[in-house]
């Protein structure tokens, strides 16, 4: 079945780094979109970036030169790199098949999440 584990959450000051890991399975990756969404207490889920199959990202506005997303289909990963955080970036962070294409910003699939924290 399709599972998706994601790593790298952690606490950061403003203005730091984080790297968010997602390593996929059960499904033929490397044919697929991947992205990331997040979900901070009290919000809705926010779509934050999609990788497709070719290689075309996708972003929200408000990560736009801060967050970049990769994929290694030799490792069935995507990488979430997240530079500049600022403490409205705090959630937990989801790696997800979109459903359909990424500008969709709909998944039906998704991991356990890793929590993100960005606080001095």
């Known amino acids: 079945q399709v599972q998706l584990v994601e790593s790298g959450g952690g606490v950061v000051q403003p203005g730091g780094s984080l790297r968010l890991s997602c390593a996929a399975s059960?499904?033929?990756?490397?044919?697929?979109?991947i992205g990331w969404f997040r979900q901070a207490p009290g919000k809705e889920r926010e779509g934050v970036a999609c990788?497709?199959?070719?290689?075309?990202?996708y972003y929200t506005q408000s990560v736009k030169g801060r967050f970049a997303i990769t994929r290694d289909d030799a490792k069935n990963s995507v990488y979430l790199h997240m530079n500049s955080l600022k403490p409205e970036d705090t959630a937990v962070y989801y790696c997800?098949?979109?459903?359909?294409?990424?500008?969709?910003?709909?998944?039906?699939?998704w991991g356990q999440g890793t929590q993100v924290t960005v606080s001095s």
């Open positions: 997800a098949k979109p459903y359909g294409v990424c500008t969709n910003w709909a998944y039906d699939y």
């Open positions: 059960g499904f033929a990756s490397d044919y697929y979109a």
């Open positions: 990788i497709t199959k070719d290689g075309n990202t």
